[in-house]
């Protein structure tokens, strides 16, 4: 397999400068390479530190392909947002540069309905779909059986989600999905409460890995709204029997569709045994199993699809095993909507313990919690990953951590929820490496 290709000098532009995608800069400059960014949002923070950045719109692809060519730009790279994968794909084929997937690949990301569609083909089993798209559709249908999913087919972070109970809540959920969707397209799927897991593979050449499964566990104090994931553990309590009973036909199908490069997850569902798949992303994920990879397998994810954008190599080849050597934890801090992020505390007394992998924060210090945000994604602070060599060590350092980790207002009040109970773990995580 290939060697990391030598990207010194060479340019990079990112489309759509969001803040995860920082990591980019030190990827780049370690690298000799220079980094670009452009969306039409201006004074970002990513755009204060990149070498270069710029205000135009991605989804204007005419004009991003003339600024590469005009600024010389070798690749182009976009992570973290579904809308912005096929724009990146065009602007790659554009300039004669290289995507890891194609648009018609990056489907399975941005259409939830195509990637149920795939997985069905392939016999790669997913929650039963309910084929509805107005009320008309519910009153006609009488094999529905609740409670069910209504989401839109286009949208991410669980923007949009609602659980419906009975016909009347669907038709109400039918507008929220709707409203929340570009596309103004919906699903509907059975809705399946149990325990949740995140799967990533990595492509090489052809090669295509389980790299990653990993746990979510959910807060349960917000009621009246979609639960929002607060804890991730790796590796997953269903390991074995994800590689037993899915993980040759997940291949299969990745490999099908024309999969060869590059890097996705995938969201499931487990009940009785089984395992659904409910979700896509033809990306890294929001948690950044990236970094957890790099400490487990000293293999940077992120580095390596910037190697791809730019020269068509993913760089030296790695070998994956999802039955992880240590125990790692990604606490995922809940804000509460509306309120003013003033204080980030304890980040020194944090960093200084080797067993902190990252603290990644989607807030800066005088910023509000997004209003009206309960249930998704959009209202979380930060993210922080931890390591351990084993079980105890682990819950003692996620007590730790949340502990320490505290984020006020201008008054001294707490902006964030509390964090996941550790002894509701403790009797959770049964299992051993």
Not at 251 to 277: E, P
Request: glycine share 6%.
């Amino acid at each position: 397999m290939y060697q990391n290709p030598d990207i010194n000098g060479k340019k990079l532009l990112l489309l759509g400068g969001v803040q995860t995608a920082a990591g980019l800069i030190d990827i780049c400059h370690r690298n000799g390479a220079f980094l670009g960014v452009s969306d039409y949002n201006k004074g970002t923070y990513i755009k204060q530190i990149a070498d270069e950045s710029f205000d135009v719109d991605a989804f204007n692809t005419e004009a991003v392909i003339k600024l590469c060519k005009e600024k010389h730009y070798d690749g182009v790279i976009t992570q973290f947002v579904d809308r912005v994968l096929p724009l990146a794909a065009e602007v790659a084929e554009g300039i004669g540069a290289y995507s890891p997937f194609t648009k018609e690949q990056i489907r399975m990301s941005t259409d939830k309905a195509f990637f149920k569609k795939v997985c069905m083909e392939y016999g790669v089993p997913v929650p039963a779909v309910y084929e509805i798209s107005s009320e008309e559709d519910i009153d006609k249908d009488d094999s529905i059986q609740y409670p069910v999913l209504v989401k839109p087919v286009d949208s991410s972070s669980s923007r949009g989600l609602v659980v419906c109970r009975n016909a009347k809540e669907l038709k109400e959920g039918l507008k929220t999905a709707k409203c929340a969707s570009h596309s103004d397209r919906i699903l509907v799927e059975a809705y399946l409460p149990y325990d949740e897991i995140n799967v990533t593979y990595i492509a090489q050449d052809g090669d295509i890995q389980l790299a990653a499964i990993h746990d979510r566990y959910f807060n349960e104090s917000q009621k009246g709204f979609m639960k929002v994931p607060d804890m991730y553990i790796y590796p997953s309590r269903y390991t074995n029997m994800y590689y037993e009973t899915v993980n040759d036909k997940v291949i299969h199908m990745l490999k099908g569709i024309g999969i060869k490069n590059g890097s996705l997850f995938m969201q499931a569902v487990v009940h009785d045994g089984k395992i659904y798949f409910y979700e896509a992303g033809m990306r890294l994920n929001g948690c950044k199993t990236y970094e957890i990879l790099e400490c487990e397998n000293n293999y940077n994810t992120l580095e390596h699809l910037a190697y791809y954008c730019l020269t068509g190599n993913m760089g030296q080849y790695q070998k994956f095993d999802a039955h992880f050597k240590k125990w790692y934890a990604t606490w995922n801090v809940i804000g509460i909507p509306g309120m003013m992020c003033d204080k980030f505390l304890n980040l020194d007394a944090l960093n200084s313990y080797p067993w902190i992998i990252k603290i990644g924060k989607s807030y800066a210090p005088g910023s509000k919690v997004r209003e009206h945000t309960e249930g998704t994604l959009l209202q979380l602070v930060a993210r922080i990953h931890l390591m351990a060599d084993n079980k105890e060590q682990l819950f003692e350092r996620i007590a730790k951590m949340q502990e320490l980790f505290k984020v006020e207002d201008e008054s001294g009040n707490s902006v964030i929820l509390p964090g996941h109970d550790v002894e509701d773990l403790r009797k959770r995580i049964d299992y051993d490496l």
